[in-house]
């Protein structure tokens, strides 16, 4: 079956460690995403890839690392810059690129929480 | 002000209602325009994209209105299963490089 995989579901981490959120998606997709969800909150941003090799800050990079080495992959690093990392945090994957009318395709999530 | 705005509610209505939700956005040159529903603790899902002519997909209808810079979601004949969150989402680009979700609408059906 096509679609978005994220690893893992709950993620536990002690203050001062890094951790890295796997994304996966076999759609064929160009762009991909990575948002954060607070309790209560919309969606923000994290940051973007709309190609292999390329990536670009959103609203809330700061304490965040991604990479695209491959199409089908855009891990996300939350390093321990990040202040207040515990939240919801959603991968997304969208078609061509230069489409903007393609919706985004979301996958599972992964709660990661800050001991 | 805000890019994309939506009151959060909650909408609380029983079995059967008609309930709409609005949603502004504050940039005119927009493109392109999603409705997503997302269920508690869940990954978003979309509902509906929303198109010039307004569109419909069974007991939802999606309407725009560029004028006004507004968006429109009716929900006919709620059901239990509708309560969720439905969140607006815009985007103000020629490309997929970044869309921007309003915080969403929470709605609760009742029996």
């Known amino acids: 079956d096509g679609g978005i995989t994220q690893s893992p579901k709950y993620l536990f981490r002690k203050e001062g460690q890094n951790v890295t959120l796997s994304c996966e998606q076999n759609l064929n997709h160009d762009a991909m995403y990575w948002y954060r969800q607070d309790p209560g909150q919309g969606l923000r941003l994290i940051y973007y890839?709309?190609?292999?090799?390329?990536?670009q800050k959103g609203d809330i990079a700061e304490g965040y690392s991604v990479s695209r080495e491959k199409k089908e992959s855009f891990p996300l690093t939350v390093t321990s810059a990040q202040k207040n990392p515990t939240a919801f945090y959603l991968c997304?994957?969208?078609?061509?690129?230069?489409?903007?009318?393609?919706?985004?395709?979301f996958g599972p999530g992964t709660r990661l929480t800050v001991l | 002000r805000k890019e994309v705005e939506q009151d959060p509610g909650p909408f609380n209505v029983p079995e059967g209602a008609t309930v709409a939700f609005n949603c502004t956005y504050s940039?005119?040159?927009?493109?392109?325009f999603f409705w997503y529903r997302q269920d508690c603790r869940k990954e978003p899902k979309l509902l509906m994209s929303v198109y010039s002519s307004g569109n419909e997909d069974g007991r939802f209808t999606a309407q725009l209105n560029r004028a006004s810079q507004y968006i429109s979601l009716l929900i006919r004949d709620s059901k239990l299963s509708d309560s969720a969150t439905y969140l607006c989402?815009?985007?103000?680009?020629?490309?997929?490089?970044?869309?921007?979700f309003g915080s969403g609408t929470r709605l609760s059906i009742r029996p």
């Open positions: 989402v815009v985007n103000p680009y020629s490309s997929a490089s970044k869309i921007i």
């Open positions: 997304a994957s969208s078609g061509l690129a230069s489409n903007s009318y393609n919706e985004q395709f």
């Open positions: 890839s709309q190609i292999v090799n390329d990536f």
């Open positions: 940039n005119s040159a927009s493109q392109s």
